[in-house]
């Protein structure tokens, strides 16, 4: 275990990483932290400031951390502005002396040099002379904490065994073990959530506690599947942890010291979910978008199922982080971050293009397999009108809806209701009991109905309209919204939860189809009541229809959600 | 019996201790004959009555080889013996009787030859069998003997057997009818009375054994019959189901029997043939594959063009296997013809089947040409698209046709041409720019070599950002996903392997032995029962197939389909 942390560690990059976690490592043994890393300001050397307890006195001490990535090497000692001495030295000649806070001035110090990997042996002697050089005996201490080191905090704290029992601790390691092959270390994370999270305790420290738990696993798959050069299982890990510490955490929420610390690691676990899509998408999307069939072709198989599938489940993530960023910036409305605000304007495009890339480079993206690629289709289709792309959402739904038909009317790859994976490789099968099988419900088709009426093209809502009369007459044509057992559910999908809409009738005009919908989006007022609506975090409702595979609300389709100006949980 | 030398005596005391048939199952088959001679020489110097012996043999107890084996003695037999008429009558009809059906080949044989050794009994014969009280199957040789030493009372009889009630005798009287030549004027005009009568008034089995007589009369004659040609004339007007089938068996045996305006009918006819019958189809077959499918290509072309493109449930292609075989193997001129006229007409239940025509996943090239086809641009994309859409698993003549449809385009418009075939032909077989250059160095078409440059740079543009492409793990299968799909593999391997073994005619003719280990197999041959068995170690040689599916058939299935169907379902442009 510990040399699984140690490698974690040492893989750990300094800025947004080691940093981050070191805090919560620190928090997690009984330190408390009082200055954390802060960008644009000037901290002279100090990256986390702490208040804990001398490792040889006992007495309370102020812990003054200096943190490096990785190995501490020479040029990582002594060159450049980033090197670890100037840092020491700026401690030493400005951070103590100017910038102790009045109330921790009478306590001793510890200077940490903190560094994910070891002591280079080239610089050791160095190092060694500069802390004897500095070490104000009973005043002015130096330690050395290296991946060893800071392995053994987390093993004592965070993850020691009374709260870190044996089952979790092999879960973990076989979700480790497997993140080169996600769907395995996707069943051990999801066992080691579910174990985590089993009981639920009162006390908001242990919920505390166990979110800083989650947070740092999903931190130690993350940089696994780095070493690897394979995120898929980070993003699956990274969503289900953001999900259970929701479900976990959002009651906890509020001004107290621990529901604001709760909020904090909230916050920090889906910063952490956006960090890993986005590295996604750079490693495994985005470079393949631009290149005709080349995302197609970069998955690794020859039968089509597999490129749908894939080609599908990874659109829907991209449109997602959109709809994040989309998110993010609904929340900085009002604030003046002017050069973040274009920053965000430049992803959104980027985004943007990327999606349109994918989508023309890539027709599989125009013939859905699986019914429920309906959510993939929401989840890009709000993005593309969030950015105004209305003329190629029109163009796209358009085609899906003609393909659809078409595919299953020769019996081609038609959209079925199957989800087993076995079931889908051996679709279309021949005979028209299988036919009204496979298609005995649909989410797709009413989906395809509604953004056809809200783009107002009368022309293909009538061929689905007729399509629905003539040839889908069994099947049935249905939306879905949440209940009032949603809540409890949605987030750990638990239980079968949410109602359907059934009466979708095609058969009426397209204004008077939206009415039909609009009339049950303001009668279903359990939606807004989600703890993730009254929040403002409304893009966890969309993770958690994307992996759960549930309908997206119709509620999303009115767009208000976008303007409420909601969205802080701290 | 000893295989180097059969003696009387040896015969003799064969049949006397019951041996007989048991020794003459170990001789060489040759050797069956001289049995049989020296049979007669006994029965015709009295010195057994094998008449007698042969009456009744137990054929339900006999081996089929040696059941055959007592039928080439016979036979043999037949031929040299010597004996009353009448006990000859009795002898044959009786064997023939009682030989399993399928058996009495040589009986039959042995019963022609004896007449043709006895042409002046034959007459004696044709009364005996006027006077049996049962059918027979020998009128028509007797017949045809008799004719040759008396005509006239041949021909007067055989008139008279015409009449007869038994079935047998009366279809062979007018056969013989038919096979007769007549030099007088008075001769001729009987027998064609008799048979016009027949085949314009009587129902059923007689009407077509006339028909059939009129069609070998026809043939035989130098001048043609006005009245039996009008016979034939007037029953191909409006023929039921067995006039039809007998009228396409006489052009597919006796074309040199029609007139042109008979063969044009027997044609048309032939367009009305459906799967309901199978055997007349095999005719059309058998008649179209005899006709010169190069200089008569448009009335093959048409007729069995019609017949494939009937409405309700039309014959395949496969029905047609030995005109096909011969397109196949005719000059590449002419099967480039055959092909691009069912393009070109767009018939989809033709156009699906075409690449039967060719090898199974044939990958040669061949030197087509569109010369005689004078066809615009629009008509060359639209051959491009029906290439593309029935050429799927036929890339060696889908690029040859391909080559030639680029050198029919106008040199200035032709790169619009390579746009197509690279956009969608080059992108699912991109390796097929080998053949285009086969085509190209083969054929000497050296005009064909800028248009295959720049072919190769669009694919080179398509192929080369994916080739710089990482591997992308993250969008890896699992494990489990990856284990159904080879199981999905396995099974349809098994399928086609299953299908092969069922529908090879090999394995249906040998029986077959498994090896499940090694690559040669150790076997004895027995070349007789005295001789020691030859070692023999064959080896195995592997044999494997493999076809190229189009990429786009995995990449984007739904949307392969959908221009198929477009291609499929364009009509050829006015």
Known sequence: ?570 | LANDSVTKEQLIDAIADGSFVIKITDMHFDKLSEVGSLLAELHNARLYDIIEYFQSPPWDELSPQCQMRIGRIIGSFSALVRDSTERICIFFHKIHNRAPSGKTYYIDKGLEDWVSANRPLSGELATLIKNAGHDSPFIGPVLAAWRETEPDNALNATIAFSHDNRTEIKRQALFSLGIFRYDDENEASKAEARLADVALSSKDADRISALSAIIRQLEIQDQKSARLLEVVEKLAEEPDYEIRHTLIQGFAFHQGAYSSTIHNRVTSLMKTVGLDSSATLEFIDLALSNMNVDTQRDVVFETISAILSQENRPPGIGVFDALTYKIFNAPHEVIGWYVTRWLLDGDYNICIQIDSIFRSLDDLVYDFKLDSFALNDADIFYLTRKIFAYFMFSHGPAVSLLSACLLAMDRSTRNRLEDEISSFWLRNYPSDLDLFDAVCSNYKLEELKGSIERMRQQVEAYERPLRSLSSNVALKPSTMERRIQAEIAHERNKYIHRTAQETSIFGSLFHTSTLLYGNSSVTYIHASPTEEPVRQVLSLENIHTSMMLPRMDSLYPARLNYLLYRFRRESRPK
Request: glycine share 4%.
């Open chain 1, 1 to 570: 275990m510990k040399l699984l942390l140690k490698q974690y560690l040492s893989s750990l990059k300094e800025r947004d990483e080691l940093d981050v976690v070191l805090p919560d490592i620190l928090s997690g043994n009984g330190f408390t932290v009082f200055s954390r890393p802060k960008r644009g300001t000037r901290q002279y050397g100090v990256d986390v400031a702490a208040i804990g307890e001398h490792p040889t006195t006992k007495t309370k001490t102020l812990f003054l951390l200096s943190i490096k990535s990785g190995d501490l090497t020479r040029d990582e000692w002594d060159t450049g502005k980033q090197a670890l001495r100037p840092s020491l030295s700026e401690i030493i000649d400005v951070y103590i002396p100017k910038h102790v806070p009045a109330r921790y001035k009478s306590l001793p110090i510890v200077v940490a040099l903190c560094f994910g990997g070891d002591i280079q042996e080239d610089v050791r002697l160095a190092v060694d002379s500069f802390m004897d050089k500095h070490t104000v005996a009973g005043l002015v201490d130096f330690e050395e904490w290296n991946g060893d080191y800071i392995a053994n905090q987390i093993a004592n704290g965070l993850l020691r065994e009374n709260i870190f029992p044996k089952a979790m601790q092999a879960s973990f390691r076989k979700a480790v073990a497997f993140v080169d092959e996600p769907s395995i270390c996707e069943a051990h994370f999801l066992e080691l959530l579910r174990q985590l999270t089993a009981v639920k305790p009162s006390k908001p420290i242990k919920r505390l506690q166990i979110a800083r738990q989650i947070y740092l696993a999903t931190w130690t798959v993350f940089v696994w599947c780095r070493d690897v050069e394979n995120l898929e299982s980070a993003y699956r890990i990274s969503t289900y942890a953001a999900l259970y510490m929701w479900d976990l955490c959002h009651s906890h929420f509020g001004s107290s010291k621990n529901a604001k610390a709760t909020g904090e690691v909230m916050d920090k676990a889906l910063a952490l979910h956006k960090i890993i899509a986005l590295d996604f998408n750079d490693r495994h999307v985005a470079p393949y978008c631009a290149v005709k069939d080349g995302l197609a072709i970069s998955v690794p198989s020859i039968a089509s199922v597999d490129i749908n599938l894939k080609l599908f489940e990874v659109l829907g993530r991209v449109a997602l982080i959109g709809l994040w960023l989309i998110h993010l910036r609904e929340r900085l409305q009002g604030n003046s971050i002017t050069q973040f605000d274009t920053e965000l304007d430049v992803q959104l495009q980027k985004l943007l293009v990327q999606i349109c890339d994918m989508i023309n480079n890539n027709p599989a993206l125009y013939t859905p397999l699986r019914d429920d690629h309906a959510i993939e289709i929401t989840l890009t289709s709000l993005f593309l009108m969030h950015c105004g792309a209305n003329e190629f959402l029109g163009n796209w739904i358009e085609q899906i809806t003609l393909s659809s038909i078409f595919s299953y009317k020769i019996n081609g790859q038609y959209p079925c209701v199957f989800r087993e994976y076995s079931d889908l490789a051996m679709h279309p099968k021949t005979g028209e009991s299988y036919k009204k099988e496979a298609t005995i419900g649909s989410i797709l088709y009413p989906t395809l109905g509604v953004w056809l009426a809200i783009l107002q093209d009368a022309e293909h809502f009538q061929i689905l309209a007729d399509f629905h009369s003539q040839d889908m007459s069994h099947s049935t044509w249905q939306l879905w919204i949440p209940n009032a057992d949603s809540e409890e559910n949605f987030y750990i999908n638990s239980e079968i939860h949410g109602s359907c809409i059934t009466h979708v009738n095609t058969k009426l005009d397209q204004a008077q189809f939206l009415e039909l919908v609009r009339k049950e989006i303001i009668a279903n007022t359990e939606f807004h009541n989600l703890s993730a609506m009254s929040f403002g975090q409304w893009p966890i409702i969309l993770m958690a229809c994307q992996i759960y595979r549930l309908p997206i609300p119709p509620q999303f389709w009115t767009m208000q959600i976008f303007s409420d100006g909601r969205g802080s949980i701290t």
